[in-house]
């Protein structure tokens, strides 16, 4: 009786064995690159991670940071991972222009609102108006929105100065103290303690670029050869993406993970978020204002034509959109 009781249960342990396995082989897999990690908009999916969200969507799904939207660019072109969130518009139209292998799956940021420029405590420049074509101004890479946004600085200010892509925030900071680069670029909470001490000045917000105030500036794209092979799989991870932006704006826990990620104050990383990040930017449902981007990339030289919105309407595959409320 007991060898038979031993055997049922080796044997209905071996069977919960082989559904936990089961369980395990039917998480969908996916590769995505996600541009500057550390900053509050780049930080949703990880946040669906710590929270079982992909766990529970059956999504099993490996991250790969880069520093800029060129980059980015550069592995979902090669197919190196499956989706790229938040990819400078400018950047991703040019690269479809020139038959890059790319979707556009949501809208990832509506209107420039979190960066900003900043100058050495000691430097005389007050605004970019005042620098001139001898001062280099940062942005982060190619096609960025940083690129883009700086580029509407300038123009909007009249000033000649000189936009040098310098990649990463930390790189940036340390270029600007060591008087390699004149103006740096910065997301919030970095570089706010350096504000706090007086050892930088910011000379130019991202919200004063008006012209930008409705316009899609950042989007989120896939590998086309993924979208055919894994569509539902990337639906249901766009739908994650969505459900973790609305539990970031109502769960403290999001500022904790916030500031750890931006190595951070709890206090500093939430006055970033609550300053510089209004939710409604962040809608993925709707990609606006695409006529003045196209202008804009002919204007900064993304694409070598003036292209119409017939022109990339190849470009777009929403795979989500929100309910409306």
Known sequence: MLKRRFVALAAGVAIMASVVASAAQAQD????????????????????????????????????????????????????????????FLGTIGAYSKKAPIRVISAQMTGAHELFWYVRAESKIRSLKEATEKETVAFSSPGSSSNLIL??????????????ATGGLPGTLTSVMTGQ?????????????????????IIARAREATELRNQTIRVNIANVNSLKTKREAITRLMQVYHEAIQWSYSNPRAIEYFAEFAKAPPEVAGRAVKEFFPIEALQIGEIRDLERTLRDAVQYKFTAAQLTPNDVEGLFDIVYRPPAK
Do not use: C, H, Y
Request: proline residues 3%; charged residues 20%.
């Open 29 to 88: 897999k996916l590769k995505v690159a996600i541009s500057q990690r550390g900053f509050w908009d780049s930080s949703f999916l990880e946040f669906a991670q710590r929270e079982g969200m992909l766990k529970k969507a059956g999504l099993d799904v490996e991250f790969f940071f880069t520093e800029g939207g060129g980059q980015t660019l550069q592995v979902i072109t090669s197919g190196s991972v499956d989706v790229a969130m938040s990819n400078g």
């Open 151 to 164: 580029l509407a600085l300038l123009n909007q200010a009249g000033s000649k100065a000189r936009p040098t």
């Open 181 to 201: 680069i004149d103006i740096g670029w910065a997301t919030p909470p970095f570089a706010l303690r350096e504000l706090q001490e007086k050892k930088i000045n």
